[in-house]
């Protein structure tokens, strides 16, 4: 098998079927089948599995969990970039999440609600704030508020409202993946800027491999000092691209110390994704939703006070299920700004069903 099927290949030699992956994986328990299995079927029929290799989350649990340290997260991985080369995929579902597009989910929220950040914009500095998509879209107080403490002590301070591209990255655009980075690293170049400082585990990940520039995290870039003082009875939700290096989580951990941290059953690298993961919920919304409910059980377990999580992406899934215990992103807790995150969901579908439903659709239609 080529080069660029190594997990799979691996699958098909090494994976013992012992079965522990599918007891941690809802996608695999649902389908019954070992990684080996399905690593048989995709080689000898991958159009027949695309809406599996499109249902799996990215989330890395199953990498964690293998005795054998096989990946099936690289496996699907490898299958998307060949339904892509073959013109199979992406699917049409996924047409609002390509943010190598103009429009995409994240700019016709902001045009429609009128989020923008001009004003914190500059031609040139040293730094620069890059919230990401999730956060500059769907928390613009936190934004604005991070900014301004940011700017308390990097005082060449701009602000970059864009995506880190990890959304077609794991779709399998590896080649659009790749030019928009540069043309990312181009923009940052154009603004002088030699450090980017990221709020997302997500963009600081992905970021730190390929920008060729200093990538540090909010929870660096601040002092202490900037964080309110918390007390209660808190839970931590980590976020699946912290799941290896767990920088994030122990940052959080660490300034919220003040408070008693009653973990989840599964939590820091065992932790369960929220359903966010892999843009699986765009093929398989119902799978997506059995990790929410998953997620809000264990936290509900723990009588905590909070769900804290450091992804605002996390908190947008945690919150589209009503729950006993309050879902807070770990910066609204630490710098005491309210957002009101239960607005999310049902503006979104107001972009496809209001007064300019026509007009988004069209936008994102024009783009294919």
């Known amino acids: 098998m080529v080069e660029e099927f190594l997990a799979t290949k691996e699958m098909l030699d090494r994976c013992s079927e012992c079965l522990i992956c599918i007891q941690e994986c809802q996608l695999l328990t649902k389908l019954g089948k070992s990684p080996r299995e399905i690593a048989e079927n995709l080689s000898q029929n991958p159009q027949a599995y695309k809406n599996t290799v499109y249902s799996c989350l990215q989330c890395g649990l199953c990498n964690i969990v293998c005795p054998l340290s096989l990946s099936p997260k690289q496996m699907f991985l490898e299958w998307r970039r060949k339904l892509v080369k073959d013109g199979v995929a992406p699917f049409r579902n996924h047409s609002f999440s390509l943010t190598d597009k103009k429009w995409n989910i994240y700019t016709l929220y902001r045009d429609n609600y009128g989020i923008s950040y001009t004003d914190l914009e500059t031609s040139n500095c040293d730094t620069l704030f890059f919230p ?100 209660g009875v808190i839970s931590i939700h980590d976020s699946c691209p912290d799941r290896e290096e767990g920088f994030f989580g122990r940052k959080v951990r660490s300034i919220l110390s003040g408070c008693q941290i009653i973990e989840m059953k599964h939590s820091k690298e065992n932790a369960i994704c929220c359903g966010a993961g892999g843009l699986a919920s765009a093929v398989d919304p119902d799978l997506a939703l059995t990790y929410v409910k998953m997620r809000l059980e264990e936290a509900k377990a723990t009588q905590a006070e909070y769900l804290v999580t450091y992804c605002v992406a996390c908190v947008n899934m945690l919150t589209a299920v009503p729950s006993e215990i309050k879902i807070i992103h770990a910066l609204n807790l630490l710098l005491d700004v309210e957002e009101d995150y239960s607005q999310v969901q049902p503006n979104l579908q107001r972009l496809f069903t209001g007064a300019r439903a026509k007009e988004n659709i069209q936008k994102i239609i024009s783009q294919l």
């Open 132 to 231: 990401g998509c999730n956060m500059s879209t769907f928390a613009p107080k936190l934004t604005r508020t991070v900014f301004s403490q940011l700017k308390r002590v990097h005082e060449s301070l701009g602000i970059l409202v864009e995506c880190c591209q990890k959304p077609i990255l794991d779709l399998g655009l590896q080649e659009r993946f790749e030019k928009a980075i540069e043309k990312l690293k181009e923009r940052i170049a154009k603004q002088g800027a030699k450090r980017l400082i990221t709020a997302c585990p997500n963009c600081y990940y992905t970021l730190k491999k390929c920008l060729g520039v200093e990538v540090l995290s909010i929870y660096d870039a601040l002092p202490e000092a900037a964080f309110k003082k918390i007390a």
